[in-house]
């Protein structure tokens, strides 16, 4: 009687760890064509997934109610300006709220980073363009 019930036990504890592991399995893979899916979209941005906890640039932008940067070029100023005032609005001593301060900030983050991204790449093409120029001193 006893070597029946640890039997079950064991049986259904099997089961419940296999389904476990087969539903983990299904969330890996549907993360990965995910981000695979957002890599392919999102050109340069493909390794920065974890960044802005998952924050995309679209809703990072409705969250600070400004324009995209178009062509890598955003008016930082409006976009620091919107921070600020949102931020400050959002201060936890002020009665604000701590999740949408955190909101916020990784808006900025995410815009900021993609401003940055473009800039980078527009100077890459820029030397690739002109071709690598090395500083040579008179003196040597």
């Not at 539903?23 to 993360?31: C, D, F, G, N, P």
């Not at 600020?84 to 001593?93: G, S, V």
């Not at 401003?115 to 690739?128: C, D, Q």
Request: with cysteine; net charge positive; aromatic share 8%.
């Amino acid at each position: 009687m006893a070597h029946r019930i640890i039997a079950q036990i064991v049986f259904t504890g099997s089961r419940v760890l296999g389904r476990a592991f087969a539903e983990a399995y299904r969330q890996a893979a549907a993360s990965q064509k995910y981000a695979q899916q957002a890599s392919k979209n999102n050109v340069g941005a493909a390794g920065n997934n974890f960044v802005s906890a998952g924050l995309t640039l679209e809703e990072a932008c409705k969250i600070l109610n400004v324009k995209p940067p178009q062509g890598g070029k955003a008016n930082m100023e409006d976009v620091t300006a919107r921070f600020k005032k949102l931020f400050d609005i959002n201060d936890p001593q002020k009665g604000g709220s701590f999740y949408l301060q955190s909101k916020v900030l990784r808006a900025r983050e995410r815009i900021e980073l993609e401003v940055r991204e473009a800039e980078t790449a527009a100077a890459r093409e820029k030397e690739l363009g002109e071709g690598w120029k090395p500083k040579v001193y008179k003196d040597r």
